[in-house]
């Protein structure tokens, strides 16, 4: 080659490559002090959409993993007021096996009666009361609450606990303290003849049941009426007939439902025309006015607090799944930020390895392209 001034190949030719060495010492740099392999869609445009999507996912599941434990805090909130309502239970129940005794006087039976009012107002207090962050929780407003468990919108990313069966409102509603059910007037019970049509009502449900009775002057008492329907085997399955302290016929509901009976239709003592008395009123579910009376109430709150053990039993249920699906987040997350951290970040040991080479030459490209930038010098020997 020729000695020229104006074009130094060798000189370009260092430029070059220190300008290539330089600049994978800047990336080299960049991927040391971030600690990331992926800085930029250009360093890895596939590994980026990859490690980005699996960054969502990983932030999803460490929410969802927060939701699962506020699922917990919910689940624990009410079944802690379900453990007090329990209680109340169970001493309501206690009250009406003592009620039971004919041991007890009217004024016995009046302080018996005074307390389970105050524990069923408190039943109904606890209902209100009970709530997590403002969401009702006993009361009956809400029959499920979803939760959000996975990092996707779909239907397997949520679970729902229900609370249908923790419904202490309505629950306090029906355990009202009276003479129960239908408290029936019988003027004549020698008149009382033919089909006895009684409603039960219990929640959203009705249903009604029959009892065909002897003709007119079968009957001479009220108590000979209730006996008559006790003994009817459909009648006894559903209710059951006592009378009151003012010989009045009450006829109360097995399940602790509202009773409405007699007077259907027809007059008085016409055969298979219904009961014919007038309906006194409808009073509560727990009666404590007389043993048998109370032995209904025994039985209505057997219901009650089976129902409010299966609303546990459901809840408990619900806090086990949410520990397992807490477990299983943690597992995924971690997996999920190893596989997201193999794309994505640098490995330091192989970066370092890429830095010194680059350095070393870096300091040898300038070296050199200072010692190109010597090589035309000699052409000022010929000029002399």
Do not use: C, W
Request: aromatic residues 2%; neutral net charge; charged residues 15%.
């Amino acid at each position: 080659m020729g000695m020229t001034i104006n074009t130094n190949i060798a000189a370009n030719n260092s430029y070059r490559n220190l300008t290539n060495t330089q600049n994978d010492l800047s990336k080299s740099l960049e991927k040391l002090s971030s600690g990331l392999r992926i800085n930029r869609a250009a360093d890895d445009a596939a590994g980026l959409a990859i490690s980005e999507g699996l960054k969502s996912q990983t932030g999803g599941l460490m929410v969802a993993s927060r939701n699962a434990q506020d699922g917990i805090s919910v689940i624990q909130t009410a079944e802690g007021s379900l453990t007090e309502v329990h209680s109340i239970l169970q001493r309501i129940r206690d009250l009406a096996v003592q009620a039971g005794n004919d041991s007890n006087n009217a004024t016995s039976r009046g302080a018996i009666t005074t307390e389970v009012t105050q524990l069923t107002t408190e039943l109904g207090r606890i209902a209100d009361a009970t709530n997590f962050n403002g969401t009702q929780l006993l009361d009956g407003s809400n029959a499920s609450l979803k939760f959000q468990v996975g990092a996707n919108g779909d239907a397997s990313s949520q679970i729902s606990v229900s609370l249908s069966g923790a419904n202490v409102k309505g629950l306090a509603n029906a355990l009202t303290t009276g003479a129960a059910g239908a408290v029936i007037a019988v003027a004549t019970p020698t008149l009382v003849a033919g089909t006895q049509a009684f409603s039960i009502t219990s929640g959203t449900s009705t249903s009604t049941v029959n009892v065909t009775l002897g003709v007119a002057g079968t009957y001479n008492t009220v108590q000979s009426v209730a006996d008559a329907l006790n003994s009817d085997s459909t009648f006894k399955a559903s209710l059951t007939a006592t009378v009151d302290k003012n010989n009045k016929l009450v006829v109360t509901a097995l399940n602790g439902g509202s009773v409405v009976g007699g007077a259907v239709a027809g007059t008085q003592g016409a055969a298979g025309t219904g009961l014919a008395v007038s309906v006194a009123g409808s009073a509560g579910a727990l009666d404590f006015s007389s043993s048998a009376g109370a032995a209904a109430a025994i039985t209505t709150l057997d219901a009650q607090i089976t129902s409010i053990s299966t609303a546990r039993a459901t809840l408990g249920a619900a806090q086990n799944r949410f520990e397992s699906v807490i477990r299983n987040l943690a597992v995924s997350t971690e997996n999920l930020s190893a596989a997201g951290s193999r794309i994505r970040d640098t490995d330091m040991a192989q970066e370092m390895v890429k830095y010194t080479r680059a350095n070393v030459l870096s300091q040898a490209g300038t070296a050199m392209l200072a010692q190109a930038n010597q090589s035309n010098q000699g052409v000022l020997q010929l000029l002399r």
